[in-house]
């Protein structure tokens, strides 16, 4: 079989099942990565799987540990790595990834407006608790009235 040019892998939209999630948050714990929501440059605010980490080394330990366990995902994850700096430590993600799933350690409880399904941070001020309606909705509502 002849080995074929990178450029001419054709990438989809890959979202693992719960199984390989598992594994994956397994051996990111393992490595000392946190499982993180991110969208990077040219995604438009897509989401997809990220990874923090302090050091490559703890990221090539998790690749060997997940090859070692189940070398798809592992081929996955290593044709679509993408890497940002961020401040001291690293973000590896992967934009063909779908997030689906996952679970971000950083993440805030979320609520969502009954009325325009935005999301918002449960207990910050964007929203108003009694009735559960961002801001924006609001003062939409007391503009109309
Ligand atoms: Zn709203």
């Known amino acids: 079989m002849r ?3 990178r450029s001419n ?5 890959v979202t693992f099942k ?6 994956i948050e397994e051996y990111a714990s393992l490595c000392n990565l946190t499982i993180t929501r991110y969208s990077g440059r040219s995604m438009y605010g897509q989401y997809c799987l990220g990874l923090d980490g302090d050091s490559d080394n703890d990221f090539a330990k998790f690749l060997v540990e997940v090859a070692n366990n189940n070398v798809a995902i592992a081929r996955d994850l290593a044709n ?3 890497t940002d700096n961020m401040g001291l430590g690293y973000i590896y993600y992967f ?3 779908a997030f689906t799933g996952f679970t ?6 979320l609520g969502e407006c009954d009325d325009c399904g935005d999301e918002y941070v449960l207990g910050s001020d964007d929203h108003d608790p009694e ?3 961002c801001n924006d909705c609001t003062n939409r509502k007391a503009i109309n009235v």
Do not use: F, K, W, Y
Not at 104 to 109: G, I, Q, S, V
């Open 3 to 5: 080995a074929q040019p």
């Open 9 to 13: 892998i054709i990438r989809t939209q």
């Open 18 to 23: 719960s199984a390989e999630r598992a594994l």
């Open 80 to 82: 679509d790595l993408t």
């Open 95 to 97: 934009p063909n990834i």
């Open 104 to 109: 971000d350690e950083n993440d805030d409880e």
């Open 131 to 133: 009735t559960g309606i």
